[in-house]
Protein backbone atom coordinates (compact mmCIF):
# COMPACT_ATOMS: atom_id res chain seq x y z
CA UNK A 1 0.00 0.00 0.00
CA UNK A 2 2.72 2.10 0.64
CA UNK A 3 4.40 1.62 -2.53
CA UNK A 4 0.51 2.51 -4.27
CA UNK A 5 0.56 6.00 -2.28
CA UNK A 6 4.31 6.85 -3.03
CA UNK A 7 3.48 5.98 -6.61
CA UNK A 8 0.39 8.25 -6.92
CA UNK A 9 2.01 11.00 -5.45
CA UNK A 10 4.83 10.57 -7.76
CA UNK A 11 2.37 10.45 -11.17
CA UNK A 12 0.39 13.84 -8.97
CA UNK A 13 3.83 15.33 -8.44
CA UNK A 14 4.73 14.39 -12.50
CA UNK A 15 1.11 15.46 -13.72
CA UNK A 16 1.18 19.14 -12.00
CA UNK A 17 4.79 19.68 -13.42
CA UNK A 18 3.67 18.96 -16.87
CA UNK A 19 0.50 21.23 -16.55
CA UNK A 20 2.97 23.67 -15.23
CA UNK A 21 4.88 23.77 -18.13
CA UNK A 22 2.23 23.51 -20.61
CA UNK A 23 0.79 26.44 -18.74
CA UNK A 24 4.44 28.05 -19.18
CA UNK A 25 4.16 27.13 -22.93
CA UNK A 26 0.43 28.06 -23.61
CA UNK A 27 1.26 31.97 -22.07
CA UNK A 28 4.56 31.93 -23.81
CA UNK A 29 2.55 31.37 -27.00
CA UNK A 30 -0.38 33.78 -26.27
CA UNK A 31 2.39 36.44 -25.31
CA UNK A 32 4.48 35.92 -28.75
CA UNK A 33 1.63 35.95 -30.57
CA UNK A 34 -0.48 38.63 -29.13
CA UNK A 35 0.55 41.49 -31.39
CA UNK A 36 2.32 41.38 -34.41
CA UNK A 37 5.33 43.66 -35.43
CA UNK A 38 3.38 46.55 -36.75
CA UNK A 39 1.38 46.72 -33.18
CA UNK A 40 -1.76 45.20 -34.00
CA UNK A 41 -3.90 42.51 -31.85
CA UNK A 42 -4.05 39.31 -32.60
CA UNK A 43 -8.19 38.90 -33.99
CA UNK A 44 -7.59 34.92 -33.49
CA UNK A 45 -4.55 33.82 -31.36
CA UNK A 46 -4.93 29.89 -31.68
CA UNK A 47 -5.54 30.17 -35.74
CA UNK A 48 -2.47 32.67 -35.78
CA UNK A 49 -0.42 30.25 -33.54
CA UNK A 50 -0.86 27.51 -35.82
CA UNK A 51 0.16 29.17 -38.91
CA UNK A 52 3.16 30.81 -37.66
CA UNK A 53 4.14 27.69 -36.61
CA UNK A 54 3.52 25.69 -39.25
CA UNK A 55 5.29 28.54 -41.78
CA UNK A 56 8.04 28.58 -39.63
CA UNK A 57 8.77 24.63 -39.93
CA UNK A 58 8.81 25.24 -43.40
CA UNK A 59 11.49 28.20 -43.04
CA UNK A 60 9.51 30.91 -43.01
CA UNK A 61 9.15 34.45 -40.78
CA UNK A 62 7.22 36.74 -42.16
CA UNK A 63 5.11 39.51 -40.96
CA UNK A 64 3.37 43.56 -41.85
CA UNK A 65 5.98 45.41 -39.27
CA UNK A 66 5.03 48.92 -40.32
CA UNK A 67 1.98 50.64 -42.18
CA UNK A 68 2.35 54.42 -42.77
CA UNK A 69 -0.42 56.79 -44.83
CA UNK A 70 0.77 59.59 -46.83
CA UNK A 71 -1.33 62.38 -46.89
CA UNK A 72 -2.79 63.99 -50.59
CA UNK A 73 -2.52 67.82 -50.39
CA UNK A 74 -5.70 69.75 -49.92
CA UNK A 75 -7.68 70.13 -52.87
CA UNK A 76 -6.09 67.02 -54.68
CA UNK A 77 -8.04 64.05 -55.30
CA UNK A 78 -5.47 61.55 -54.69
CA UNK A 79 -4.42 59.10 -55.39
CA UNK A 80 -4.00 58.14 -51.57
CA UNK A 81 -0.24 56.38 -51.09
CA UNK A 82 0.63 54.13 -48.48
CA UNK A 83 3.63 52.37 -47.87
CA UNK A 84 3.66 48.88 -46.16
CA UNK A 85 6.90 47.34 -44.86
CA UNK A 86 6.83 43.28 -44.94
CA UNK A 87 9.33 41.37 -42.98
CA UNK A 88 10.43 37.96 -44.87
CA UNK A 89 12.88 35.86 -43.03
CA UNK A 90 15.62 38.85 -42.34
CA UNK A 91 14.90 40.52 -45.29
CA UNK A 92 12.56 43.73 -44.92
CA UNK A 93 11.44 45.35 -48.24
CA UNK A 94 8.68 48.48 -48.95
CA UNK A 95 5.19 47.43 -50.45
CA UNK A 96 3.63 50.89 -51.90
CA UNK A 97 0.04 51.10 -52.69
CA UNK A 98 -1.52 53.61 -55.02
CA UNK A 99 -5.15 54.40 -53.83
CA UNK A 100 -8.52 55.91 -55.40
CA UNK A 101 -11.41 55.65 -53.43
CA UNK A 102 -12.08 52.58 -51.77
CA UNK A 103 -11.03 49.89 -54.78
CA UNK A 104 -8.83 46.77 -54.05
CA UNK A 105 -5.01 47.05 -55.37
CA UNK A 106 -3.03 44.12 -56.06
CA UNK A 107 0.87 43.35 -56.45
CA UNK A 108 3.45 40.72 -56.36
CA UNK A 109 7.07 39.97 -56.10
CA UNK A 110 9.68 37.86 -55.66
CA UNK A 111 11.92 37.66 -52.58
CA UNK A 112 14.17 35.04 -51.01
CA UNK A 113 12.58 32.09 -52.55
CA UNK A 114 8.93 32.97 -51.88
CA UNK A 115 6.64 34.82 -53.78
CA UNK A 116 4.65 37.40 -51.64
CA UNK A 117 1.06 38.07 -53.15
CA UNK A 118 -0.28 41.80 -51.91
CA UNK A 119 -4.01 42.63 -51.87
CA UNK A 120 -4.65 46.40 -50.43
CA UNK A 121 -7.82 48.57 -50.15
CA UNK A 122 -8.91 51.64 -48.10
CA UNK A 123 -11.71 51.19 -45.93
CA UNK A 124 -12.97 54.96 -46.90
CA UNK A 125 -11.74 57.68 -49.41
CA UNK A 126 -9.54 59.17 -47.08
CA UNK A 127 -8.53 55.36 -46.33
CA UNK A 128 -9.20 55.38 -42.41
CA UNK A 129 -8.89 52.17 -42.02
CA UNK A 130 -6.30 50.51 -44.37
CA UNK A 131 -6.76 46.99 -45.00
CA UNK A 132 -4.36 44.48 -46.48
CA UNK A 133 -3.84 40.95 -47.42
CA UNK A 134 -0.45 39.42 -47.71
CA UNK A 135 0.14 35.54 -48.83
CA UNK A 136 3.16 34.27 -49.20
CA UNK A 137 3.96 31.02 -51.37
CA UNK A 138 6.83 28.48 -52.27
CA UNK A 139 6.92 26.84 -55.21
CA UNK A 140 3.63 27.92 -56.04
CA UNK A 141 2.02 26.62 -52.61
CA UNK A 142 0.95 28.86 -50.15
CA UNK A 143 2.84 28.90 -46.62
CA UNK A 144 1.05 31.60 -44.80
CA UNK A 145 -1.66 34.05 -45.22
CA UNK A 146 -1.70 37.42 -43.28
CA UNK A 147 -3.86 40.34 -42.90
CA UNK A 148 -4.28 43.26 -41.19
CA UNK A 149 -6.10 46.89 -40.36
CA UNK A 150 -5.07 49.60 -39.54
CA UNK A 151 -6.00 53.13 -38.17
CA UNK A 152 -4.18 55.86 -39.24
CA UNK A 153 -5.69 58.27 -36.18
CA UNK A 154 -3.88 57.28 -32.95
CA UNK A 155 -7.14 57.47 -31.19
CA UNK A 156 -8.82 54.82 -33.15
CA UNK A 157 -5.18 52.74 -33.34
CA UNK A 158 -6.22 50.38 -30.70
CA UNK A 159 -8.21 49.28 -33.49
CA UNK A 160 -5.21 47.76 -35.95
CA UNK A 161 -5.90 44.31 -36.12
CA UNK A 162 -4.05 41.29 -37.76
CA UNK A 163 -4.44 37.80 -38.22
CA UNK A 164 -2.33 34.91 -39.63
CA UNK A 165 -3.96 31.91 -41.71
CA UNK A 166 -2.57 28.32 -42.59
CA UNK A 167 -3.48 28.13 -46.76
CA UNK A 168 -6.48 25.71 -46.11
CA UNK A 169 -8.01 28.46 -44.11
CA UNK A 170 -7.05 31.41 -46.36
CA UNK A 171 -9.79 33.99 -46.84
CA UNK A 172 -10.16 36.52 -50.09
CA UNK A 173 -9.69 40.12 -49.12
CA UNK A 174 -13.23 40.94 -49.17
CA UNK A 175 -16.42 39.41 -48.98
CA UNK A 176 -19.93 40.13 -49.49
CA UNK A 177 -19.74 43.43 -47.64
CA UNK A 178 -16.97 44.61 -44.59
CA UNK A 179 -18.85 42.65 -42.19
CA UNK A 180 -18.67 39.58 -43.81
CA UNK A 181 -16.48 37.20 -41.71
CA UNK A 182 -15.78 35.47 -45.32
CA UNK A 183 -13.58 38.14 -46.51
CA UNK A 184 -10.21 39.15 -44.57
CA UNK A 185 -11.72 42.68 -43.90
CA UNK A 186 -14.83 41.81 -42.17
CA UNK A 187 -13.28 38.74 -40.30
CA UNK A 188 -10.92 42.11 -39.01
CA UNK A 189 -13.50 43.62 -38.27
CA UNK A 190 -15.90 41.37 -36.16
CA UNK A 191 -13.37 40.77 -34.37
CA UNK A 192 -13.73 42.62 -30.95
CA UNK A 193 -13.60 46.76 -30.77
CA UNK A 194 -14.33 47.27 -34.32
CA UNK A 195 -14.92 50.38 -35.45
CA UNK A 196 -17.61 50.97 -38.57
CA UNK A 197 -15.39 51.22 -42.21
CA UNK A 198 -17.49 53.07 -45.17
CA UNK A 199 -16.96 49.99 -47.18
CA UNK A 200 -20.69 48.49 -48.30
Not at 91 to 104: I, L, N
Not at 105 to 129: I, S
Not at 156 to 171: I, N, S, V
Request: net charge negative; glycine share 8%; charged share 20%.
Amino acid sequence: MKNFKFLFIALLATAAMTMSACAKKDSEFAARYAKNKMGASVADGAKTQEAGERAEAQGLLADVVDIQRYFTPEGQPGPRVVMAKILINNQEMPVTTHHWGTETVEGRVDVAGFTVVFHAMCGTVDCQPYYAAMEIYKNNQMVIQEGVRKYFDERAADGDRYQWFTPEKALPLMGSDSMDPRGMVGFLNSSGNSTSSGIK
